[in-house]
């Protein structure tokens, strides 16, 4: 086709005249690392795979970074024992049977993660920071167990790391001699 002959094809397709000829599709080619899409070669990167953490993954982490059995990792998801073990040993869930158990190990894997480095990477430290109860509620780990709720045990285990302060707030420039102001005046 030269150069006229495309001008002319390409004024009657604007005009809305009907083409001479039917005009055919080119084909779509997309089994390479280029790709024919019509006319042009297009160059696709090819995909780069993304390290998804398996179930098995996220439970050795949870118990190598805090040191808990099988036992305790199960009462904290809300699980048993042997769905714990059965999963670590890389055998898949029975959607029936688990629920969210994943959502929920995924929960306590997000938990324990940021956890354990605050801790400086000890699992000890992590461990007792994840069991104990700040002054005016639960553990994160009963946080979790119980409610279910990652953020409010993060909650708890930043009140062990570092505990809130009590008393009145008091601003940078207090209203008279260190006296302290409402907050909404």
């Given at each position: 086709m030269s150069v006229r002959d495309a001008q002319e094809l390409y004024e009657a397709a604007?005009?809305?005249e009907p083409f001479p000829r039917p005009i055919f599709p080119e084909p779509l080619n997309t089994t390479g690392e280029v790709w024919i899409i019509g006319a042009w070669p297009i160059t696709v990167p090819p995909p780069v795979p993304h390290s998804i953490h398996t179930l098995r993954r996220?439970?050795?982490?949870?118990?190598g970074r805090t040191g808990w059995s099988a036992r305790r990792l199960a009462k904290i998801?809300?699980?048993s024992h042997t769905t714990?073990?059965?999963a670590e040993n890389g055998r898949p869930l029975v959607q029936g049977?688990?629920?969210d158990l994943r959502q929920r190990l995924l929960d306590a894997h997000a938990l324990v993660e940021r956890v354990y480095l605050l801790a400086g990477r000890d699992a000890h430290q992590t461990e007792v920071i994840l069991s104990t109860a700040p002054a005016n509620g639960r553990s994160a780990v009963d946080e979790l167990a119980e409610s279910g709720d990652a953020g409010r045990a993060y909650i708890a285990a930043l009140d062990i790391l570092r505990p809130r302060r009590t008393g009145l707030i008091v601003g940078d420039r207090p209203r008279r001699d260190g006296r302290t102001a409402a907050l909404h005046e």
């Open positions: 604007v005009c809305g996220i439970i050795l982490e949870i118990r998801v809300g699980s714990i073990i059965s049977h688990s629920g």
